[in-house]
């Protein structure tokens, strides 16, 4: 059975630095393509960062680019989101989503994503 479990959400202020965390279990990181996305009251959820089955350098949305790093830890099964100089518009709850597919074209969307945390949530206060 596959459970992903969010942790490292809070309520920080602008410019702060928050570490999410993805603890898997059930799957292997290096068979899926691991995002985190996000969502608001009323939205939809919107892709924020990916990495590949394959590792290497993550995918990012253009409104988080440069300021979040994705990273996994193989050998523990778990996946982060570094998230630096945050703005108040990066609040949100935060899903962590696998994806045993790696189809590189739909990485950011969310239905090619099977599996889903229960988010952990993002407050970001000026």
């Known amino acids: 059975q596959v459970q992903l479990v969010e942790s490292g959400g809070g309520l920080v202020q602008v410019g702060d630095s928050l570490r999410l965390s993805c603890a898997a279990s059930g799957l292997t990181l290096r068979r899926n393509t691991m995002g985190w996305f996000r969502q608001t009251p009323g939205s939809g959820r919107e892709f924020v960062a990916a990495?590949?089955?394959?590792?290497?350098?993550?995918y990012y949305s253009d409104s988080v680019k440069g300021r979040f790093t994705i990273s996994r830890d193989t050998a523990n099964n778990i996946v982060y989101l570094q998230m630096n100089s945050l703005k108040t518009e990066d609040t949100a709850v935060y899903y962590c989503?696998?994806?045993?597919?790696?189809?590189?074209?739909?990485?950011?969307?969310?239905?090619?994503?099977?599996?889903w945390g229960q988010g952990t949530h993002v407050t970001v206060s000026s």
């Open positions: 990495i590949r089955y394959s590792g290497g350098n993550g």
């Open positions: 989503a696998a994806d045993p597919n790696g189809i590189l074209s739909t990485i950011r969307d969310p239905r090619q994503y099977d599996y």
